[in-house]
């Protein structure tokens, strides 16, 4: 794999801007590294300001990277993963199913926020190679946990037929995986209701229990909960996995065993990849190479166009960060329109879910199966930046639309394919739980939140975009260099392995964890024992994180939690209210320059530039 | 007593912007045959050559007609009906 950015330098401060926040840091360098990017540390150590981190290169004049947080909210040096995953909403979606709200027991906001933060500062080099002047990007990470679950609050806030689904609202027990007699725990996939009716009915349950099954299996990607009738996972119970699968395999479904990450390290795929979420192939030198001309952008982006033919969420994830850092995205629908622009809630005759990848977007219908179709993708390729796609695996051959046909219309572009499963040999469809199960993220998850498999919230999904599109940044950059396009693969299952790589390797707090108060919940985060020596003498409570436990809850059920956030982050201890209902983020006047407000509540982009 | 139909936003333009329409018949396919005549323009909208389109659910009070009799599942007055556009995935 070519080493694709190796002239670029990231030059990190010394006096880390987000100190309570070592995963970030972490993750931003490891995935600065996959990029071939030099890392840095100054020395001797020089007081960088806010400033978090620079990147260089000889062509562009060096980008200053800081972190912003709203005005109001939590201080930036308070932030960490677990009060992040509190104040976004991310802890009330991923409780709907998991009993409560709680934290997703991996490092998740850290690698989302730092691709999102490589996303932009990388974005900016390009702006600047394009005439535009952009010494500087500010990047929100609670900007970032919003965008995570931008979906679920566009779905929480849309005027009619609002979601109201709360943490706890959906039985932990009675949603899958689903476990064997002899004891696995696996995820089953399909993406049509006859093969998951054949299959329940093999198994012994009655057609109609399983339409109740699938009426919520279909729907989980979208609400985050999958309430089965208790007859299914009792009905799989007292079955052998072998027997399982046969069935399975009988009536079409896929079975994916939920795995540990030690196995994901055993495959041969990880194994080949290094870790690494992209897989970049340069095209051959043009006989005329690229350049960018351009007049100056506002954003970093601007003037570039991408084409995107992609379904569901990770790939219009992707070209909507894209389109937010300001490229002219052209969106490739079947004749017709994509079918997710009618799935509920809507709003001015759009689903608010769909609408919140979309909206940036330009539509063209095009049946891009039929020769006329191709001809025009063609066309559009000629006169575009990047093309951007998810189909199922062998689809882009089979269409005569892979790189290579497409380098003979464009040698300059960057193709990019945003996939589910990478090389791995795995005969399922490549969705977010399945890519979880199989990953060892959903097994961590489990372990962290003592429930059966992973998280009913896209995390993969999510990740994944902010992954493909932050490779497509990162050729675009490559491009604006050498002149050079390049062919980029990623995947739902180098997003997980990614995450996995960046979770648990800092320690945790000293004192860490969700409260209940007098009303609503609490996150603390007490990163140093200082920390905790202030929360003690804050409270008159033993100064010991055991002991401390029973008087600290007491105390905490004195006051409501947005008092005490108030006043331990006066203290100096990290604290946030934990957002169980999404509609609280709509009206909390403190993050309002995170959130639009059209029919339904949208997140800004959590970038700015200067 | 007639069956009640639960009409999605996007359907909604068809029924003059009615969220709930009442129709009649004693299968799902003569109720979406009612609804044509009523609300012209909606049937296609619903199947196509006979089969309910992939991408749309019709439940009957609250069974998904797929995993009953399809279009021929027999309804009552009283029923109701709900259409649900859904696509699968994640």
Same mark, same amino acid.
């Given at each position: 794999?070519?080493?694709?950015?190796?002239?670029?330098?990231?030059?990190?401060?010394?006096?880390?801007?987000?100190?309570?926040?070592?995963?970030?840091?972490?993750?931003?360098?490891?995935?600065?590294?996959?990029?071939?990017?030099?890392?840095?540390?100054?020395?001797?150590?020089?007081?960088?300001?806010?400033?978090?981190?620079?990147?260089?290169?000889?062509?562009?004049?060096?980008?200053?990277?800081?972190?912003?947080?709203?005005?109001? *909210?939590?201080?930036?040096?308070?932030?960490?993963?677990?009060?992040?995953?509190?104040?976004?909403?991310?802890?009330?979606?991923?409780?709907?199913?998991?009993?409560?709200?709680?934290?997703?027991?991996?490092?998740?906001?850290?690698?989302?926020?730092?691709?999102? %933060?490589?996303?932009?500062?990388?974005?900016?080099?390009?702006?600047?190679?394009?005439?535009?002047?952009?010494?500087?990007?500010?990047?929100?990470?609670?900007? =970032?946990?919003?965008?995570?679950?931008?979906?679920?609050?566009?779905?929480?806030?849309?005027?009619? @037929?609002?979601?109201?689904?709360?943490?706890?609202?959906?039985?932990?027990?009675?949603?899958?995986?689903?476990?064997?007699?002899?004891?696995? &725990?696996?995820?089953?996939? &399909?993406?049509?209701?006859?093969?998951?009716?054949? $299959?329940?009915?093999?198994?012994?349950?009655?057609?109609?229990?399983?339409?109740?099954?699938?009426?919520?299996?279909?729907?989980?990607?979208?609400?985050?909960?999958?309430?089965?009738?208790?007859?299914?996972?009792?009905?799989?119970?007292?079955?052998?996995?072998?027997?399982?699968?046969?069935?399975?395999?009988?009536? /079409?479904?896929?079975?994916?065993?939920?795995?540990?990450?030690?196995?994901?390290?055993?495959?041969?795929?990880?194994?080949?990849?290094?870790?690494?979420?992209?897989? $970049?192939?340069?095209?051959?030198?043009?006989?005329?190479?690229?350049?960018?001309?351009?007049?100056?952008?506002?954003?970093?982006?601007?003037?570039?166009?991408?084409?995107?033919?992609?379904?569901?969420?990770?790939?219009? !994830?992707?070209?909507?960060?894209?389109?937010?850092?300001?490229?002219?995205?052209?969106?490739?629908?079947?004749?017709?329109?994509?079918?997710?622009?009618?799935?509920?809630?809507?709003?001015?005759?759009?689903?608010?879910?769909?609408?919140?990848?979309?909206?940036?977007?330009?539509?063209?219908?095009?049946?891009?199966?039929?020769?006329?179709?191709?001809?025009?993708?063609?066309?559009?390729?000629?006169?575009? @930046?990047?093309?951007?796609?998810? *189909?199922?695996?062998?689809?882009?051959?089979?269409?005569?639309?892979?790189?290579?046909? !497409?380098?003979?219309?464009?040698?300059?572009?960057?193709?990019?394919?945003?996939?589910?499963?990478?090389?791995?040999?795995?005969?399922?469809?490549?969705?977010?739980? %399945?890519?979880?199960?199989?990953?060892?993220?959903? @097994?961590? &998850?489990?372990?962290? =939140?003592?429930?059966?498999? /992973?998280?009913? $919230?896209?995390?993969?999904?999510?990740?994944?975009?902010?992954?493909?599109?932050?490779?497509? %940044?990162?050729?675009?950059?490559?491009?604006?260099?050498?002149?050079?396009?390049?062919?980029?693969?990623?995947?739902?299952?180098?997003?997980?392995?990614?995450?996995?790589?960046?979770?648990?390797?800092?320690?945790?707090?000293?004192?860490? /964890?969700?409260?209940?108060?007098?009303?609503?919940?609490?996150?603390?985060? =007490?990163?140093?024992?200082?920390?905790?020596?202030?929360?003690?003498?804050?409270?008159?409570?033993?100064?010991?994180?055991?002991?401390?436990?029973?008087?600290?809850?007491?105390?905490?059920?004195?006051?409501?939690?947005?008092?005490?956030? &108030?006043?331990?982050?006066?203290?100096?201890?990290?604290?946030?209210?934990?957002?169980?209902?999404?509609?609280?983020?709509?009206? @909390?006047?403190?993050?309002?320059?995170?959130?639009?407000?059209?029919?339904?509540?949208?997140?800004?982009?959590?970038?700015? $530039?200067? | 007593?007639?069956?009640?139909?639960?009409?999605?936003?996007?359907?909604?333009?068809?029924?003059?912007?009615?969220?709930?329409?009442?129709?009649?018949?004693?299968?799902?396919?003569?109720?979406?045959?009612?609804?044509?005549?009523?609300?012209?323009?909606?049937?296609?909208?619903?199947?196509?050559?006979?089969?309910?389109?992939?991408?749309?659910?019709?439940?009957?009070?609250?069974?998904?007609?797929?995993?009953?009799?399809?279009?021929?599942?027999?309804?009552?007055?009283?029923?109701?009906?709900?259409?649900?556009?859904?696509?699968?995935?994640?």
């Amino acid at each position: 794999m070519p080493t694709l950015l190796n002239e670029f330098s990231l030059l990190h401060s010394n006096t880390a801007s987000l100190p309570k926040w070592n995963a970030l840091q972490l993750c931003l360098m490891e995935q600065a590294r996959l990029l071939g990017i030099q890392q840095l540390s100054i020395s001797p150590p020089v007081d960088m300001g806010s400033t978090a981190f620079v990147l260089q290169h000889p062509a562009i004049s060096p980008i200053q990277g800081h972190y912003a947080s709203p005005a109001g *909210w939590l201080p930036n040096r308070h932030l960490s993963e677990l009060l992040l995953q509190a104040g976004s909403g991310l802890m009330s979606v991923h409780g709907r199913a998991s009993g409560n709200a709680q934290p997703l027991g991996v490092d998740y906001l850290s690698a989302l926020t730092a691709a999102m %933060t490589l996303h932009g500062t990388l974005a900016a080099a390009v702006g600047q190679l394009r005439g535009g002047v952009f010494h500087q990007v500010r990047i929100s990470p609670l900007g =970032c946990g919003l965008l995570s679950i931008g979906q679920y609050l566009a779905g929480a806030t849309a005027p009619e @037929d609002r979601e109201e689904f709360q943490p706890g609202c959906s039985d932990p027990q009675l949603r899958p995986p689903f476990r064997s007699s002899d004891g696995i &725990t696996f995820e089953l996939e &399909t993406l049509d209701s006859s093969p998951w009716r054949n $299959f329940w009915t093999s198994v012994g349950i009655a057609s109609e229990l399983a339409g109740t099954a699938w009426k919520g299996f279909l729907l989980r990607y979208a609400r985050a909960i999958s309430p089965l009738p208790a007859a299914c996972p009792m009905a799989l119970a007292r079955l052998r996995y072998a027997k399982i699968q046969q069935l399975a395999a009988q009536a /079409g479904v896929a079975v994916v065993p939920v795995r540990s990450i030690a196995q994901r390290h055993e495959d041969m795929d990880y194994q080949q990849t290094l870790g690494a979420p992209w897989q $970049f192939e340069l095209s051959p030198t043009p006989s005329r190479k690229h350049r960018d001309i351009a007049a100056p952008p506002h954003l970093p982006l601007q003037g570039l166009r991408v084409i995107e033919s992609c379904r569901r969420i990770q790939g219009p !994830l992707a070209g909507h960060l894209l389109a937010l850092l300001g490229a002219e995205v052209i969106r490739l629908e079947p004749p017709g329109g994509d079918p997710l622009r009618a799935m509920p809630p809507c709003a001015a005759g759009c689903s608010v879910r769909f609408d919140a990848l979309n909206h940036l977007k330009s539509i063209l219908e095009v049946d891009i199966k039929s020769t006329q179709g191709r001809q025009l993708v063609y066309e559009l390729a000629r006169e575009a @930046d990047v093309f951007l796609h998810n *189909w199922a695996p062998g689809k882009a051959q089979e269409m005569q639309l892979n790189a290579e046909h !497409l380098r003979r219309v464009q040698p300059h572009l960057v193709y990019a394919y945003a996939g589910g499963w990478g090389e791995a040999p795995v005969n399922a469809p490549g969705t977010d739980f %399945t890519v979880q199960a199989w990953s060892g993220v959903a @097994d961590a &998850t489990a372990t962290k =939140c003592s429930t059966r498999g /992973g998280s009913l $919230f896209t995390v993969l999904d999510v990740l994944g975009g902010a992954v493909a599109a932050l490779g497509v %940044t990162a050729a675009l950059l490559n491009r604006a260099v050498t002149g050079i396009g390049a062919h980029v693969e990623s995947s739902l299952l180098g997003a997980a392995d990614l995450l996995m790589q960046g979770s648990g390797k800092t320690s945790r707090g000293v004192l860490s /964890g969700v409260y209940p108060t007098q009303s609503g919940l609490i996150a603390i985060d =007490c990163q140093h024992p200082d920390q905790l020596q202030s929360l003690a003498m804050l409270l008159d409570i033993p100064p010991d994180v055991d002991t401390c436990q029973e008087p600290l809850a007491e105390h905490l059920r004195t006051r409501p939690a947005l008092e005490w956030e &108030t006043m331990l982050n006066e203290h100096g201890i990290g604290a946030c209210v934990v957002i169980e209902d999404l509609k609280q983020l709509a009206t @909390d006047t403190r993050i309002a320059e995170c959130l639009g407000h059209k029919a339904y509540s949208s997140v800004n982009a959590p970038w700015s $530039f200067l | 007593m007639s069956i009640s139909v639960i009409v999605p936003t996007l359907l909604r333009p068809l029924t003059n912007g009615e969220k709930r329409v009442s129709t009649h018949g004693n299968s799902v396919a003569e109720a979406i045959d009612n609804l044509e005549r009523q609300f012209p323009g909606i049937k296609a909208r619903l199947v196509n050559a006979e089969q309910v389109h992939r991408f749309v659910n019709i439940y009957v009070n609250e069974d998904d007609i797929r995993f009953a009799d399809g279009l021929n599942t027999p309804i009552k007055a009283g029923d109701s009906l709900t259409v649900l556009p859904a696509v699968a995935g994640g």
